[in-house]
């Protein structure tokens, strides 16, 4: 089965560091979205992508979060600089119009 | 904005017993409803889908019913096992090119 691959799987960090996630979506999908999942929260939608093109990312806190495609393997998540409140999983998605596929995850714990 | 309401929040039934979870939903325009299931450490997985021009769509012990005058939508379970248990998750898809709107989630139990 084609996956969506998230890498790292977890990630545990001190307060202030830069953190990056990856995410290498579906071949030939061509919608990556990012989330984020917590008790309170649920899942909130961070950003999304189609055709490497950003179409909303207003769910994102713009001054320590940002969103990329630098090609149409990877989609990366950089927090910088990382907080306690950031704790949460991170999942990747990906998919054509419907029928989308999450990654695994990244844990990111900020100690 | 698209928002989406999910009841009830919790469930816990007896196996074999059937399982309803509803969602309402606030944008006319939304045309794509899917429903994800995500056990305890796990990622959300597609169980089923129904689309706006659908009012049912059934999958073996899974289905799904969709009334868009009243903008809302249901998942049933059917002779319910324990490997159900999980969250289950409505979403709604609308016109903001595809994006998707998750429900806050209704932990379902299945006792044995």
């Known amino acids: 089965d084609a996956r969506v691959t998230q890498t790292p799987r977890h990630k545990v960090t001190e307060m202030g560091q830069e953190v990056t996630m990856r995410c290498q979506p579906i071949l030939g999908h061509n919608t990556v979205f990012w989330y984020r999942q917590t008790m309170m929260q649920g899942l909130e939608l961070l950003a999304y992508f189609r055709n490497r093109a950003p179409l909303d990312d207003s769910g994102m806190p713009k001054d320590r979060f940002s969103a990329e495609m630098p090609d149409a393997t990877l989609a990366t998540l950089k927090i910088q600089p990382s907080e306690p409140r950031d704790s949460a999983v991170y999942f990747c998605a990906s998919g054509s119009n419907y029928g989308y596929t999450f990654g695994s995850g990244t844990r990111l714990t900020v100690v | 904005g698209e928002n989406v309401e999910q009841h009830p929040s919790t469930l816990s039934v007896q196996e074999g017993d059937s399982a309803v979870i509803k969602c309402t939903y606030s944008d006319s325009a939304s045309n794509y409803f899917p429903w994800y299931k995500q056990e305890l450490g796990k990622r959300p997985q597609l169980i089923i889908d129904?689309?706006?021009?659908?009012g049912e769509k059934k999958d073996q012990r899974i289905a799904v019913t969709l009334n868009k005058t009243a903008k809302h939508f249901s998942l049933h379970i059917t002779e319910t096992q324990p490997e159900d248990s999980a969250v289950y998750f409505c979403?709604?898809?609308?016109?903001?090119?595809?994006?998707?709107?998750f429900g806050q989630g209704t932990i379902l139990t299945v006792h044995p």
């Open positions: 129904i689309r706006s021009n659908v």
């Open positions: 979403v709604e898809s609308g016109t903001s090119y595809g994006k998707l709107t």
